[in-house]
């Protein structure tokens, strides 16, 4: 069985550093691309940042670009998004999906399509 499971979200104070986790379990994603997505209450869920399966390539949303970093360690068979400067408006539950697909440009990851396996989410919550 396929499973992806984030872990580090929490309540944190705005400025203050989170680091997420995404372990993997089922299959050996290091072949994949790794993607985080978010969904804030109210709204639709909206690409985080992307990581291409050898970890060279990164693609960022322009409202996390310079405070987040996506980083991997395919022998953990994990993926990590590491979030500073946090704002009260990334407040939502943080969600991994891993992608069979290889696509030569890293904006088509911004898009949940290409992503074929997801974790359940863990909440982030930012307070003013």
């Known amino acids: 069985q396929v499973r992806l499971i984030e872990s580090g979200g929490a309540l944190v104070q705005a400025g203050g550093s989170l680091r997420l986790s995404c372990a993997a379990s089922g299959r050996t994603f290091s072949s994949d691309a790794m993607g985080w997505f978010r969904q804030a209450p109210g709204k639709e869920r909206e690409f985080v940042a992307a990581i291409s399966w050898n970890g060279i390539r990164t693609y960022y949303a322009d409202s996390v670009k310079g405070r987040f970093t996506i980083s991997r360690d395919n022998a953990k068979n994990t993926v990590y998004l590491q979030m500073n400067s946090l704002k009260p408006e990334d407040t939502a539950v943080y969600y991994c999906?891993?992608?069979?697909?290889?696509?030569?440009?890293?904006?088509?990851?911004?898009?949940?399509?290409?992503?074929?396996?997801w974790g359940q989410g863990t909440q982030v919550t930012v307070s003013s």
């Open positions: 999906a891993a992608s069979r697909g290889y696509y030569s440009e890293m904006h088509y990851y911004a898009h949940q399509v290409s992503f074929d396996y």
